[in-house]
């Protein structure tokens, strides 16, 4: 069998080429993003309609928390049909209350009293939160189960069971 001899400048090439389209498809793959809302207050009748509790992520653009809720907890519920929102701290866009207020993404978030991202909350009728919000990413090991936990407490409330 005879070695083939590739000059040293074609294997660089050939490698910088494989990483750059490497780079290029990671750079290609859309990361997981959660719907926004411009109004709680319209969002929450769709959750209730489909007797689910309307599910609010707040979350801090950066945050690497946040991107871990929203990619292995929340967006897999999504998925399955839960109603699941997105609400980011620092935000300037328009957001209209449960009660129709108008106010900024950043100003609901501080009027909820909210200052750790992640943090999510679980909403039922006239946007009463029905169950203990889970506020930062806990442990790793465990958060799957503390939301379970809540989003059951959530369901029994807005279901009346």
């Not at 108008?102 to 009027?111: C, F, G, I, N």
């Not at 169950?131 to 029994?156: C, H, I, M, N, S």
């Amino acid at each position: 069998m005879r070695a083939t001899h590739f000059p040293r400048r074609q294997v660089l090439q050939g490698l910088a080429l494989c990483m750059a389209g490497m780079t290029t498809w990671d750079a290609m793959a859309a990361p997981v993003a959660l719907p926004t809302t411009d109004s709680l207050q319209a969002s929450l009748p769709q959750a209730l309609q489909a007797k689910q509790p309307l599910v609010v992520m707040v979350s801090l653009h950066g945050c690497p928390f946040c991107k871990v809720v929203r990619e292995n907890y929340l967006h897999p519920l999504l998925a399955s049909g839960l109603q699941v929102v997105q609400v980011d701290m620092r935000d300037n866009r328009a957001l209209i209350d449960f009660d129709g207020t108008p106010l900024t993404q950043d100003a609901w978030v501080r009027k909820q009293g909210i200052k750790l991202a992640p943090t999510v909350l679980f909403f039922g009728a006239q946007g009463r939160e029905v169950a203990t919000r889970l506020k930062g990413a806990y442990l790793p090991d465990f958060y799957g189960a503390y939301l379970d936990e809540q989003l059951a407490v959530a369901r029994r409330v807005v279901t009346g069971r």
